[in-house]
């Protein structure tokens, strides 16, 4: 096959040793040193003027665009548009916080929602599901598969489909929400239940990979990390080109926080942003290594914004066993992009906080008083923002944006059964007993 781009356009680099890979002839995205990799370009970009002029330009057509493709030129820049595969994901709302949320969180904040449950299949997972196959549609990949809480799943089947590709998701079994359950299905997947975790999932996945050769659609394919960064993309064009003072994300395997804080590098470098973010990752206590092991190191907050740092946490990292959760999507004991993460949040000067089971579903049903309904993991970032203004790592006016990653409509058992409780059941169907009821 003819070279769709060369190594010294686009190529993947290891992020521990900086071994260079070919990215469409990589397929078990794992380096020999054990390492994560990350994408590369070889940015040409025009001028940043110019570029801020042409994604404005293509946000007034956005009912044609992708709200990821409008941003190619920082994304995949290289790849022929004739292998994008879009679902015209992306273009999700930003909102100011309801009144109720923004009393619940409190710290006088000015805060906002970018709604990610807003895409073709009502997670975040489609900013870079979209990238990852049409990478892999480029590559002349015919079959991908995924270990998935529901999310990944849901989108992978549905980017597959739309490609024409076989998509083969797993999952563990009892773990995931009937509507999440239902969409790969929809979309034609073949679906695997393993009666284990997601961790138990991931490891038959990873294994998949390396010893026969599977295309994985999880963020271990940095591909679609690439797509992911759409969302800093669109909430700094919708700012200006300023950067909000602090993105809150829930943090599951990690795919969010580490295309964030890529993205975040990459404004910066480019110019085309130039006050700092920082990230504030949640997790909940359910399954919360990443923010468990950032608690238990001893170092000042203020000291953690450095390389020593890292190394230093590596060695306090461990594992955990999940617990029962609502928030089923980032039920994950040992995230795969750890150390992307880990590095975002340093780079950043950023914090991880861990949400309990009662604030996370409490943050769910404020957002709903307000008007939206939320998933579970939303709360997450939500409970964990909470407790760090409490705690006054977030000052009074800060100007935060929380990524909800995904819609409410994916997790109702939870939250019907949360709330069944306020559901008056008439006794019969004559209407002056409804309107006793309703006391008029
Ligand atoms: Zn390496």
Request: glycine letters at 8%.
């Amino acid at each position: 096959m003819k070279k769709l781009f060369n190594k010294t356009q686009t190529w993947l680099e290891c992020i521990l040793c900086g071994r260079k890979k070919d990215l469409l002839e990589e397929r078990k995205f794992r380096c020999v040193c054990g390492g994560l990799y990350d994408v590369k370009h070889n940015l040409e970009c025009p001028l940043p003027y110019v570029l801020k002029k042409d994604f404005y330009e293509r946000l007034e057509l956005h009912q044609s665009i992708s709200g990821v493709w409008r941003y190619k030129e920082l994304i995949m820049p290289y790849l022929p548009k004739r292998f994008v595969v879009s679902l015209s994901e992306g273009n999700v709302p930003i909102i100011e916080a309801g009144r109720n949320l923004e009393e619940w969180v409190g710290g006088d904040l000015e805060l906002w929602l970018i709604l990610e449950g807003m895409t073709p299949t009502g997670s975040f997972k489609d900013f870079g599901m979209t990238v990852l196959i049409s990478v892999a549609k480029a590559a002349g990949i015919e079959a991908v598969s995924c270990a998935s809480t529901g999310d990944t799943s849901a989108s992978a089947a549905a980017y597959a489909a739309a490609a024409g590709m076989k998509c083969v998701v797993i999952l563990p079994r009892g773990k995931v929400t009937p509507a999440q359950l239902a969409q790969p299905l929809v979309h034609g997947a073949t679906v695997i239940t393993l009666p284990g975790s997601f961790d138990d999932c991931m490891k038959v996945q990873r294994e998949l990979t390396e010893k026969y050769g599977v295309y994985p659609a999880n963020s271990l394919n940095p591909a679609r990390i690439e797509g992911h960064q759409a969302t800093v993309f669109q909430v700094a064009q919708f700012f200006n080109w300023d950067f909000p003072d602090w993105f809150v994300v829930p943090v599951g395997n990690g795919s969010n926080c580490s295309s964030i804080g890529k993205a975040r590098r990459l404004l910066l470098d480019l110019k085309m942003a130039e006050n700092n973010c920082r990230i504030l990752g949640c997790q909940s206590l359910a399954a919360n290594p990443l923010a468990e092991s950032w608690g238990r190191a001893t170092w000042k907050p203020q000291e953690r914004n450095s390389k020593e740092f890292l190394e230093y946490w590596k060695m306090l990292y461990a594992p955990v066993a999940v617990r029962e959760t609502t928030a089923t999507a980032a039920r994950i004991g040992d995230p795969v992009s750890r150390d992307k993460v880990m590095r975002e949040i340093v780079a950043s000067n950023g914090r991880m906080k861990t949400a309990t089971e009662r604030d996370l579903n409490e943050a769910v049903s404020v957002c709903g008083k307000d008007g939206f309904f939320v998933c579970p993991q939303t709360g997450i970032a939500l409970a964990g923002l909470r407790e760090a203004v409490k705690e006054k790592t977030i000052n009074p006016g800060s100007r935060v944006v929380v990524v909800s990653t995904a819609t409410g409509l994916k997790f109702t058992d939870s939250a019907a059964k949360n709330l069944a409780k306020n559901i008056i059941d008439a006794k019969n169907c004559k209407t002056d007993t409804v309107a006793r009821i309703m006391k008029i």
